[in-house]
Nanobody, 124 residues
Framework: QVQLVESGGGLVQAGGSLRLSCAAS????????MAWFRQAPGKEREFVAV????????YYADSVKGRFGISRDNAKNTVYLQMNSLKPEDTAVYYC?????????????????WGQGTQVTVSS
């Protein structure tokens, strides 16, 4: 029903920056919460950041606060993750996700729609 497509991943040196994009299409609603999660090999999927589609409220994981910024462009149905001061431990597949009721939850199981993921690799 709703499709999410991430882009913008790649290889970057420690201390560098990347901006990820997530474009939403299909039968979507304007009250969604949109979040970024990441998953490194052999590890559980972890919360990164979330934004309210209508009000723009944001919340971040402690591990990325002050380095990452989440934003959205309502007209383009796109959410972004600006990643600065990247560290090797940020290396993971990054996924965007949508929660249909607008709840800004950090739990992966609460999200109804997921993108395919985009790889971010940070070298030292």
């Amino acid at each position: 029903q709703v499709q999410l497509v991430e882009s913008g991943g790649g290889l970057v040196q420690a201390g560098g920056s990347l901006r990820l994009s997530c474009a939403a299409s299909g039968r979507t609603f304007n009250n969604y919460a949109m979040a970024w999660f990441r998953q490194a090999p052999g590890k559980e999927r972890e919360f990164v950041a979330v934004i309210s589609w209508i009000g723009g409220s944001t919340y971040y994981a402690d591990s990325v606060k002050g380095r990452f910024g989440i934003s959205r462009d309502n007209a383009k149905n796109t959410v972004y993750l600006q990643m600065n001061s990247l560290k090797p431990e940020d290396t993971a597949v990054y996924y965007c996700a949508a929660e249909r009721r607008g709840a800004m939850t950090t739990r992966p199981g609460d999200y109804s729609y997921w993108g395919q993921g985009t790889q971010v690799t940070v070298s030292s």
